[in-house]
């Protein structure tokens, strides 16, 4: 599902919020005249690392020199050649021989392996239409055909057929309108045009906003359909050559995709904050409020343009029109059409993969790793490409172990499946294990879909200085610099030139994590420390379609597989790191900091949004306010109630005192690392470890966001409108944007309370440190 997510903002130009949102393309040999102006050759080695003494670090880090130097691209090729070799949706006969040959390795490498299986509802097609009635007929094909020289798109008995998992069955006819990406921000440009949706199918382009958001909106404004397209302007020939010339999506390229509204709870739709067990009291499926409330076909740009072509009506705004070389307009009609979505509704056993490497001294505590191993159907990108790297990961911890080494802490490797329907696999073993994760579990890390390019790395600011530290002990395969200073050169290329200097002042920092992949339970239900991280550039024109294969990731992505090692080294070394660190590697400075950052902002939009709802409302008392667009068919503007004075100060006490408790820890932990971490050495930090352990926690409340109980996390979700990317503060956010005063009051003294529950945790630690340094 893939950041983002899946999969994070990255995938919003492919047309899913965070797995693939395009970033700007950058010149490698930008990239490179930078890093020369730096002076970045070299890297910088530290002489003790962060949460170890100078003989533990000095041991550790040989350990970790021998483990990066292990991870073969040739094995990588082979794990992806395998097991993308066929379509392996959920519940299909390769899904479960890929989750056996996982099992098996594993078990090879000398890991204590587990399979855990849970019964959850997957929805498959059993018949799909769209067809313009009027004015002229045209039936699309709704399929992908065979490209020549690529051996496995033709294995279409195989195949799931383009669809979208979790839309209701349905057979409407109706009028089209053309909504451009179907945000919500889309609709109010349509209604200043006095243009509605009501009763008509929409038809939304992929991109901006996450696919399932596009029929949630589409049904409030009370449209009937939505079909949902990829435009050659996002995602095709306007950003370079097809394939199989190019990586970009063909005419006929479909993405497939859940719209199982996720940001309301992920997981097996039948069992929302509980294990899908045989024996669990599941919900009937019409009590179940994650579906689409209309049905939803996606589309290849192919299939759509005909018809576009045929929608009159006012001509699209500018920025809506897309790359197909007709004339954007939205209609309603005259082009008319039939839309019939009917689907199985069956249940499927999944399987997870648990491989276990036992600790020693700090054994009850866990370091999670995982990465999911279904697809829509080849999904070499996505998920194999991550799924490899986790493989030579666990192949190359094995090596280590039989030549002496041992965690401190127990390592889980984790291979999930049904990620892609909604994050099932993952969701049900959290759910399943929560309380113990809430006891052990010291952090998760996530890869899901990898490619060639600069580092990416979202996550818990607590865990910063970790990643930092790693990246800057991995070479980039192609710069021969540590990935860290590749990334820091690669943002700033990107900038625009005035920004540049302000930028280089600045240190690399990790992302927000919204939601789109697996790490989504582990933070937000859970309340565990959770890190992703990918490689990747801006090869995504094959997302989610038959074409992402073996043969079109060997010829467009990673050819050579070397960003796949170095996700490899990347994620197992910050493993390694959390696994035998003395001391817990987290550090509170950053988070305090990033937490100052969300109070100030939902500060500031409540002024704007206080002050443009004032100033609207003297416009229209004084007969001078216009309805953007001039629609004189637009109902009279009304005036809107201005929300009232919020009382802010609980937040910014409350970050204040974490501003504090991150200063005590800090000024604890550098006593404590003083002449080499001499007294890290000596001290008993079991006490201080067991505190870092549930920091996160703090910043969960049991009761949840305001009418999504699932989320229980107080400063990240994902946005309820934008499905991946992540809201902070979301509960107080959410609540002003949605101009939902008496939940914007409720929400802060929760949000409050968390904040200052997270400084007496950073505070105990410190205290706890203080203790054992004596």
Known sequence: MTNAPKKRARRAAAGGVQKRARRAVVAAGCVVALLVAWGLRAQQDRAVLAGFSAETSANEQQWEAKFRAIPSPANLRSNMQL??????????????????????????WGWDVRVESFRVLFPTPAERVVEMVEPQRFVAKLREPPVPGDPTSNQQDEQLPPYNAYSIDGDITAPLVYVNYGAPEDYQRLESMGISVKGAIVIARYGTVWRGIKPKVAAEHGAVGCLIYSDPRDDGYAAGDVFPRGPWRPPDGVQRGSVM??????????????????????????????????????????????????????????????????TYHIGPGPAKVHLKAAFHWDMITIRDIIATLPGTSEADQW?????????????????????????????????LRKSGWAPKRTILYCAWDAEEPGLIGSTEWVEAHAGELREHAVAYINSDSNSRGALRAAGTHSLEELVRGVANDVTDPEQNVSVLERAEATRLAAAPPQERERIREEPWTIEDLGSGSDYTAFLDFAGVASLNFAYGGDTSGVYHSAYDDF???????????????????????????????????????????????????????????????????????????????????????????VPPEFDFAPLESAARA?????????????????????????????????????????????????????????????????????????????????????????????????????????????????????
């Open 83 to 108: 097991l993308s070799a066929h379509p392996h949706h959920a519940g299909s006969p390769y899904d479960k021989q890929n989750a056996d040959w996982v099992a098996a390795r594993f078990k090879e």
């Open 261 to 326: 509204d996720i940001p309301v709870y992920p997981g097996d739709p039948l069992t929302p904050g509980i294990a899908a067990t045989p024996d669990a009291k599941r919900l009937d499926i019409k009590d179940v409020t994650v579906f689409t409330k209309i049905p939803v076909l996606p589309l290849s740009y192919g299939d759509a343009q005909p018809l576009l072509e045929a929608l009159g009506g006012r001509v699209a705004p500018p920025e809506w029109r897309g790359a197909l070389g007709i």
């Open 367 to 399: 370091v999670i790793r995982g990465n999911h191993y279904d697809a829509w159907v080849n999904g070499a990108q996505d998920p194999i490409s991550g799924l490899s790297a986790e493989l030579e990961e666990a192949r190359a911890l094995g090596e």
């Open 551 to 641: 043969y079109w990731y060997t010829h467009f992505d990673d050819t050579s597989f070397v960003y796949g090692r170095a996700l490899a080294q990347t994620a197992g070394t910050a493993v390694l790191r959390l696994a035998d660190a003395d001391l817990l590697p987290f550090q509170f400075t950053q988070v305090a900091g990033v937490v100052q950052t969300y109070v100030n902002e939902v500060e500031r939009l409540a002024a704007s949004q206080s002050s443009d709802i004032r100033e609207r409302n003297r416009e229209i008392s004084e007969g001078i306010f216009k309805v953007a667009g001039d629609a004189p068919s637009a109902p009279p503007p009304q005036p809107e109630a």
């Open 658 to 774: 974490l501003d504090r408790s991150a200063a005590h820890y800090r000024q604890a932990l550098a006593r404590a690392e003083d002449h080499q971490g001499v007294a890290l050495a000596n001290a008993s930090l079991a006490r201080v470890n067991e505190e870092l352990l549930r920091c996160e926690q703090a910043l969960t409340d049991p009761a949840g966001l305001p009418g999504r109980p699932w989320f229980k996390h107080q400063l990240y979700a994902p946005g309820l409108y934008t499905g991946y990317a992540v809201k902070t503060i979301p509960a107080v956010r959410e609540g002003l944007e949605q101009k939902q005063w008496s939940l914007v009051s409720q929400a802060i003294p929760t949000v409050a309370r968390a904040l200052a529950n997270e400084a007496s945790a950073v505070d105990r630690a410190a205290a706890d440190l203080e203790a054992a340094i004596q």
